[in-house]
């Protein structure tokens, strides 16, 4: 059982990484991909916190880093969602028209569910 909820996971990261790598391309070639925090595109923030708890993910240690760092995405997720449901901010859209912070919210939210499902099933046992 474990072992599915780790092949889950990676599918999760795959999809994530994919997805803000292709913003994080197109920041860099346009300088319009993202949103900002000062200087620093908030894609590449949300690349960088899918890259390390994915290392630590297949790994299999360093849950510390894994869950920081999706801690980190969830709440700049979190805020962009919010701000984007009120009319305050723009988020990047998906090529069906869905706002990525709404995906973005959602995969980090089920990254740290899944993760920790699989580490209270393998500490149950």
Known sequence: MSKNYFKIINVFFVIGIFGAGSL????????????KFGAVP???????CFILPFISHL???????????T?????IALVASVMQFIGNAECPKSDSGIPMCYL?????TSLITLKKIQLDYVNYK
Not at 24 to 35: K, M, Q, S
Not at 42 to 48: D, E, T, V, Y
Not at 59 to 69: A, G, Q, T, V
Not at 104 to 108: E, P
């Open 42 to 48: 908030a894609c590449l923030i949300i690349l960088i």
């Open 59 to 69: 790994l299999k240690k360093w849950n510390l880093i894994y869950f920081l760092f």
């Open 71 to 75: 801690g980190i995405a969830t709440l």
């Open 24 to 35: 994080v391309i197109t920041e860099f070639a346009t300088g319009n991909g993202c949103p």
């Open 104 to 108: 973005s919210l959602l995969i980090f």
